[in-house]
């Protein structure tokens, strides 16, 4: 098994919303406004009204819950959903506040992409395996995505 590089891509976000400490943590909701992504088989571009439902624990681990709508270069839609973890530092609340900004392998912020489509060009995506490393940079989130290769 090894990891080959799949895409990478960004998304704009709104400012999050904060809902508040609750029964499992503080959860604040940011909302994508866009962005694009770019890798050797796909490229396009990320529509609005996709989300990250992000909650933090008392340990301070922010746990991913991001779903979003992404549209190839040739029209192709392809809904992505992730589940992730990512550890809460100094330099990531300020990354996320818009303040600062952190690099891959600075961070604990990884993420476990699956991708559903019904486009026949696309639909190999249906069985990829994928993992994702993220980072803070200027105001919006950004991916390395690896396909799981035999």
């Not at 508040?20 to 909701?29: E, H, M, N, S, V």
């Not at 991913?64 to 330099?91: C, E, K, M, P, W």
């Not at 991708?115 to 696309?122: A, H, N, P, S, V």
């Amino acid at each position: 098994m090894r990891l080959e590089p799949l895409m990478t891509y960004y998304a704009e976000l709104k400012a999050p919303v904060a809902v508040g400490l609750g029964p499992y943590g503080q959860r604040a909701i940011f909302e994508v406004i866009g962005g694009a992504f770019e890798g050797a088989r796909l490229n396009g571009k990320i529509l609005t009204g996709g989300g990250d439902w992000l909650l933090f624990d008392a340990d301070g681990v922010g746990h991913l819950d991001v779903r979003a709508t992404f549209q190839t270069h040739d029209g192709a839609v392809i809904y992505v959903q992730y589940f992730g973890r990512l550890v809460a530092s100094d330099n990531l609340t300020e990354a996320l506040a818009g303040t600062g900004s952190t690099d891959y392998g600075d961070e604990h912020f990884f993420s476990q992409p699956r991708f559903e489509t019904g486009d026949e060009r696309y639909k190999w995506l249906n069985r990829v395996m994928a993992v994702g490393q993220g980072r803070v940079r200027n105001g919006r989130v950004e991916y390395q995505v690896f396909e799981c290769a035999n």
